[in-house]
């Protein structure tokens, strides 16, 4: 059965940084892209950033633009940067996987981790 699974998440202060990582196990995602989507409460899961499966291209929402960045180690492994943290940041953040082209939309991921929360405290 193929896991994703995200580490990482804390609570830090405005401003601060977090790096979240997500391990993919029990495939190779060689051809799968892979993304970070986040969820606040009361609010739908949004996009955060993509990365094709070879890690040449990524897309990052607007609101992260500049502060996040995404990497791909290997096929199976990816981390998320995020820096200059803000309140809104606060969310349960996911990792997904999909097989072709990293997309902005949440029904095209196939594979999706459990989330872990990211509380930024003013």
């Known amino acids: 059965q193929v896991h994703l699974v995200e580490s990482g998440g804390g609570m830090v202060q405005t401003g601060g940084s977090l790096r979240l990582s997500c391990a993919a196990s029990?495939?190779?995602?060689?051809?799968?892209?892979m993304g970070w989507f986040r969820q606040a409460p009361g609010k739908e899961r949004e996009f955060v950033a993509g990365i094709s499966w070879s890690g040449d291209n990524t897309d990052y929402a607007d609101s992260v633009k500049g502060r996040f960045t995404i990497h791909r180690v290997n096929a199976n492994n990816m981390y998320l940067e995020m820096n200059s943290l803000k309140s809104e940041d606060t969310a349960v953040y996911c990792c997904?996987?999909?097989?072709?082209?990293?997309?902005?939309?949440?029904?095209?991921?196939?594979?999706w981790g459990q989330g872990t929360q990211v509380t930024v405290s003013s």
């Open positions: 997904a996987a999909r097989l072709g082209v990293a997309t902005e939309y949440v029904g095209d991921y196939e594979y």
């Open positions: 029990a495939r190779t995602f060689s051809s799968y892209a």
